[in-house]
Nanobody
Framework: QLRIVESGGGLVQSGGSLRLSCAAS????????IGWFRQAPGKEREGVSC????????DYADSVKGRFTISRDNAKNTAYLQMNSLKPEDTAIYYC?????????????????WGQGTQVTVSS
């Protein structure tokens, strides 16, 4: 059974850092691209970052470029999102998702398997 579990969220002051983790099981991790998404209250879910199945390619939303870094450890079936220089507008529930293709994408419609999310709150 496919399972995706996010962790690492919390409350942090503006300018601070957090590292989110995405642990997965029940599918062939090495063949799946991974994406991070977020949804703020009253807003649509948006793509934040993605990483290809091999880890060789990444992509970022303009709003997080230069501040967030995505990575994956295929030996541990885990992906990470390092978030630095956090801003209050980064406050949202962050979701990890898996895509049954090798290529990177930050479109929500390209992903069929989702975790439950982890809350990130950035105070000003």
């Amino acid at each position: 059974q496919l399972r995706i579990v996010e962790s690492g969220g919390g409350l942090v002051q503006s300018g601070g850092s957090l590292r989110l983790s995405c642990a997965a099981s029940g599918f062939l991790w090495d063949y799946f691209a991974i994406g991070w998404f977020r949804q703020a209250p009253g807003k649509e879910r948006e793509g934040v970052s993605c990483i290809s199945s091999s880890g060789s390619r990444t992509d970022y939303a303009d709003s997080v470029k230069g501040r967030f870094t995505i990575s994956r450890d295929n030996a541990k079936n885990t992906a990470y999102l390092q978030m630095n220089s956090l801003k209050p507008e980064d406050t949202a529930i962050y979701y990890c998702a898996a895509r049954q293709f090798s290529g990177c994408s930050i479109r929500t419609t390209d992903f069929g398997s989702w975790g439950q999310g982890t809350q990130v709150t950035v105070s000003s």
